[in-house]
């Protein structure tokens, strides 16, 4: 469960040829075909253990007053995206490494993006698994942007191919980059992004700054998209955090406000959620207020997921895990407060417990010994 697991040989020569587009700044490789049947890995479970072998247990995930480590160690942890039902892949935002982490909390760097800029906010942030590829959200010299790499191998020997850019052109600075990327229900990929602080480009339709993008996976942009020609889903975001979907399909996510209000909205094709106009809930005509609004200093809100009938929502300030229930949206109830420090996201697992990151690593937390975590929970 400790770092001192992890494996070096595999991610030095994964960070050349990961890191090859971002360094020389070339164009893609070309499409990859179309999508595969299936987004994860072949499952090893399907075939017994070499004779002598066992593997390794699943570390049993802990209750909500009591949740379980399933990794120590971490360095400025970002994002976890899972690949099956055994395996999860986490991105180190200022080293620019990515983890393979097993359900048994075995920790293997997988590869090492280089050509990023990790000062302040910036470096090597959300992740997503689907159609065969694992996706980054990661800050160049030039500017935030999305790849993809084709995702092959077993758990515990996963491999990436060739480097392939989905968009590019994201605006980026010190602060408000946005970052998380997910896939919806639809199959297609969305990314937030922060105004990289010029409040007026979140109303700027052109600009792709302070929004939320809608994308085919290889970055070609859908024909039912509400803004002809564009990547732009919605609009008027300072710096979106988390992104999820409920069982109706209802989009979610969170976002940081600036001194007033932080915020979780329901996100609509073409809707303006106010930003630099408004912040929290103003009943201005024109603009979407979100179903629930606290103070900075009490949320920070950053990843989120979907579990159980409720919003579960990482503060970071606030080091909290929120629970929001989906019946009553503008309710919500605070677990962990300064417990385990401040929380940067949290996924759910295929089995249905949580995994929750701890940031306390961040440059802005007080790191404990073993920081930072992963922490596993049956909701």
Known sequence: MQRNARTRRGAVAAAIAVGALLLSGCGPTGPAGPPASSGTVSDPSAEPPPSGTASPS????????????????????????????????????????????????????????????????????????????????????????????????????????????????????????????????????????????????????????????????????????????????????????????????TMWASEFGQDTWDELNRIEAGANYGWPQIEGIAGVAGFTDPVQQWQPTEASPSGIAIAEGSIWIANLRGASLRQVPLTEPSASTVHWQGRFGRMRDVAVAPDGSLWVLTGNTDGRGSPADGDDRILALAP
């Open 58 to 249: 699943a570390i049993e995930p802990g209750r909500l007053d009591e949740p379980v480590a399933v990794a120590t160690g971490l360095d400025a942890p970002w994002s976890i995206a899972f690949v099956d039902e055994r395996t999860a892949l986490v991105s180190e935002r200022d080293s620019g490494t990515i983890l393979e982490v097993s359900a048994s909390g075995a920790v293997r760097e997988l590869a090492q993006v280089a050509g990023l800029s990790h000062g302040g906010e910036g470096g090597l942030l959300g992740l997503a698994v689907g159609d065969g590829h694992l996706y980054w959200y990661g800050t160049a010299a030039d500017g935030n942007r999305v790849m993809r790499v084709a995702l092959t191998g077993e758990p515990g020997s996963l491999e990436l191919g060739q480097p392939q850019e989905v968009i590019t052109g994201i605006p980026a600075s010190g602060n408000h980059n946005g970052g998380r990327i997910a896939f919806g229900p639809d199959r297609l990929l969305y990314v937030t992004t922060g105004d990289a602080g010029v409040p007026g480009a979140a109303q700027d339709p052109g600009s792709l700054a302070g929004k939320i993008l809608r994308l085919e996976p290889d970055g070609t942009i859908p024909a039912d998209n509400p803004f002809p020609g564009s990547p732009v889903y919605s609009l008027g975001h300072r710096n979106p955090q988390g992104i999820a979907w409920d069982e109706d399909g």
